[in-house]
């Protein structure tokens, strides 16, 4: 089922782009869950756990769905973006800092990884959890390149944003993935948080509203747990 109005009018003339689709797997406590954004489902696949692990990234007292940060709030989306992957999620961020000094290649970590990470190191990214990370199920989400945030706003609206990763290889770990770029800077495409590698989501919609989807999930979620 879908929780919410991922993007089309209602019979009331409302308009929204955010919800969520819940389903359970036929004769199991498993759900699969995923964020509906603009009619575009994140992540593209089935991502599933336990009703009772699920719940408890769905309880509305969570401060992710309470905590105000207005400047980051009003940010452009990729701007919103790139502040938000700058603390956490191990060497992301400090990849792209070396793209963005030219200070990459990929031979080199082929060559000797010892090297590369001492670069990597020197950008000294923040290690501290991102505190509006959505942590929905780590493993289904952020480990398979979509990173999910709530950011609110003392207006009474709040921002549903995913970061993801496109044209990921699941084939490779995310370092040598990204670092494959590196091989064709010459086409000028690849940069600090490019969009050919880089893509972001983001849909705006009222605080009341959002805590309304998150305690309809809870509650279908109350009932496997």
């Known amino acids: 089922m879908i929780i919410g109005n ?20 036929v004769d199991t406590d498993y759900f699969s869950v995923n964020l509906c954004i603009d009619m ?22 969570l401060e992710i769905f309470s905590n105000i940060n207005d400047d980051l709030f009003y940010l452009d989306d990729r701007d919103l973006m790139i502040n938000l992957m700058a603390k956490g999620f191990g060497y992301t961020y400090a990849i792209e800092e070396l793209i963005k000094e030219n200070k990459i290649d990929y031979q080199e970590f082929i060559d000797n990884e010892d090297i590369f990470f001492e670069k990597l190191n020197l950008v000294k990214q923040s290690g501290e959890v991102n505190p509006y990370l959505w942590e929905i199920d780590y493993m289904e989400y952020v480990n398979k390149g979509f ?4 950011i609110n706003s003392s207006s009474g609206l709040s921002k549903v944003i995913v970061v993801f990763n496109k044209n990921r290889s699941y084939d490779l770990d995310y370092i040598e993935d990204r670092l494959l770029l590196s091989n064709i800077r ?5 940069g600090f948080f ?20 998150i305690n309809k999930i809870q509650s279908v979620l109350s009932a496997f747990k």
């Open 6 to 25: 991922p993007g089309i009018y209602d019979s009331k003339g409302n308009f929204n782009s955010f919800a969520i689709q819940i389903d359970n797997i």
């Open 147 to 150: 990173y999910p945030f709530v």
């Open 186 to 190: 010459a086409s000028k495409s690849v």
């Open 194 to 213: 490019d969009e050919q590698f880089w893509g972001v989501k983001v849909s705006c919609i009222k605080t009341d509203e959002l805590s309304l989807i």
């Open 40 to 61: 575009n489902i994140y992540p593209p696949q089935l991502a599933s756990n336990k009703a009772s692990y699920l719940i408890d990234y769905f309880n509305p007292e």
